[in-house]
Each structure stands twice: as structure tokens, then as C-alpha cells.
């Protein structure tokens, strides 16, 4: 689940400074008509960019047309997916806090269930996956980049990781599974604990990302080259690999996303949740003002 306090200390710069500020439920509703994610085929290789301003929060909205760009990639016998971000500083800020504030309990399930439906379907895609980290990526959008096989991230200012405990609340199971299977248990079990988030020297240092890079153009340049290296590796015998790797975890959440939700719900029914939600969009108006 997206981190509010990570939010409230760094996305609210962002907020401000792209002028674009979601205050209520209607203004969340009136952002989808333009596209949410943009995607571009260039010699067989699909290049998905989410295009949701300011920070790509993850809507019910935006988890379906994600799913539904990569579905649409497969069906177009992709070679390989390139996962990235249009906007210049964040990749993607995390869950839509407005999908969790005075919950209508039939869309709140229905978009923890497009949640639980995009990570199935990129955690578990035989095809070569990598993500560009242009920018931010706490919590949900770490999980985005951790659901992908090659991890580049830009350096610069921006962090990345799960940073869920610093609200107070537990990173789902099939939040952390990819980031032991990633950094190790060691390693992962201080992050979660401490809700870590990495600047990019750090988190190539653990492992994290696999490489940096100097700009958005060479984090994609070195995503092509990851993929392009699977030419001459057999198809069958790589998605077979890699699904055996990955059962573990995707057959716990095939097996749990009913218990998995109600754990999501109760969550989001909570008081001081609630409270911590509605000081913060106060806090976004009177910003505004």
C-alpha cells in the first residue's frame, strides 16, 4: 500500500510544482480523460510509459489500463516490455490516496482487485521486462519496478523502496516476497522494517537496480540492450525458468486475494487512517490557496 507520509513529504513538492493538486474524488475522475498510459512498439519491443499526472498515482483506472497495455503488448507478439514513466521526476508515486479516503467499499475492492490483477499479470509475463526508473518510486511504485526482471533507475535526488511502516502499516506479503527474492532476506528485512528508500547509489548497492543511468534516453537504451540479449536464448526454456523462480509467490496470491482484500479493507476503514487522509488533502487546499 502506497506510504501517505512519503506523500506528505516529498509529492507534495511535486503536486505544487506541476500545479495540478487532486482535492476531491471528482477532480481524481476528471484527470482520467486524458490517457493514461501511452504505448509505443519500436522493432518488436513495447515501450508502456504511465502518463498520469503529477506523480502516476495507481487508480482503479489506471491499474486496469496498465493490465490491459500489457495484454495488448502480448497480443501483438511483443519480444520484450519496457516499463517507464512520461512525466520528468517521478516514475510512479504509489496507490491514488483518494481511491483509500471515505472508501466506497464496492470500488475499494474492485481496485485492490485490478491491483492484485496487474501485479499477476507483470510479475508473471514470460516475455523479457524492464523497468526505467525515471524518477520517484516509493512503495507501489517500487513494486511496479520490482514486479520487472531488469531494474535502471536515473540517478539523481529521487528515491526508491517500500516504504509502508514509517505510516505504520505492513507491506502485503506479495509486496515483500519480490523484495527478499531481489536484495536478500537480510537486507530486505531492515528495509521493510525501517521503510527504507533508497537514493539510486544506494539501491544499486544492495541491488535494488541492476544498473543507473545518466538520463531517461540511456535508463531505455540499456533496458533494449537487456532485452536484445535474449535473441538467441530459448523461449520456452527462459519463461519456464522464470515462472518456476516466481511460483512461489504467484501461486500465494492466486490462492489468497479474498483474505488479501479483507486485510486491505479493514485497513482503509480504520479511524486514524481515515483522519491521517483527510488532514492531508486539508493540507492540499490550503497549499493551494
Not at 51 to 66: G, K, Q
Not at 76 to 81: A, L, M, P, Q
Not at 161 to 185: H, R
Not at 222 to 231: F, L, N, R, V
Request: one cysteine or more; hydrophobic letters at 40%; proline letters at 3%.
Amino acid at each position: 500500500m502506497a506510504s501517505i507520509s512519503f506523500i506528505m513529504r516529498t509529492s507534495t513538492l511535486l503536486l505544487i510544482k506541476s500545479k495540478f493538486i487532486l482535492l476531491s474524488k471528482n477532480a481524481s475522475q476528471q484527470s482520467l480523460k486524458g490517457k493514461l498510459v501511452e504505448t509505443i512498439q519500436n522493432n518488436g519491443i513495447t515501450t508502456i510509459s504511465m502518463a498520469r499526472p503529477p506523480v502516476n498515482s495507481l487508480s482503479l483506472e489506471m491499474a486496469v489500463e496498465l493490465r490491459k497495455a500489457i495484454e495488448n503488448s502480448i497480443d501483438n507478439n511483443t519480444k520484450g516490455i519496457i516499463l517507464t514513466s512520461s512525466l520528468a521526476s517521478v516514475f510512479s508515486g504509489g496507490l491514488d490516496i483518494l481511491e483509500m479516503y471515505k472508501p466506497d467499499l464496492k470500488r475499494c475492492t474492485d481496485f485492490w482487485h485490478s491491483l492484485q490483477d496487474l501485479w499477476l499479470t507483470l510479475y508473471s509475463l514470460g516475455i523479457p521486462t524492464a523497468a526505467a526508473i525515471n524518477g520517484a518510486s516509493p512503495a507501489g511504485g517500487c513494486l511496479l519496478a520490482l514486479s520487472c526482471e531488469y531494474r535502471v533507475m536515473v540517478d539523481g535526488l529521487h528515491t526508491i523502496g517500500l516504504n509502508e511502516t514509517k505510516l505504520g502499516i505492513v507491506a502485503p506479503k506479495w509486496f515483500q516476497d519480490p523484495l527478499i527474492a531481489t536484495i536478500g532476506y537480510r537486507q530486505a528485512e531492515l528495509a521493510l522494517l525501517r521503510g527504507t528508500l533508497f537514493k539510486p547509489q544506494e539501491a544499486l548497492k544492495v541491488g535494488l537496480v541492476d544498473e543507473l543511468a545518466s538520463n531517461k534516453t540511456d535508463a531505455l537504451t540499456k533496458c533494449i540492450s537487456y532485452i536484445t540479449d535474449y535473441a538467441k536464448i530459448s523461449t520456452e526454456a527462459r519463461t519456464a525458468t522464470k515462472l518456476s523462480l516466481r511460483k512461489e509467490t504467484l501461486t500465494w496470491l492466486e490462492g489468497n486475494r479474498e483474505w488479501d482484500t479483507t486485510i486491505f479493507l479493514n485497513y482503509v476503514q480504520l479511524p486514524q487512517v481515515q483522519t491521517n487522509l483527510d488532514l492531508y488533502i486539508q493540507s492540499l487546499k490550503k497549499k493551494s490557496k
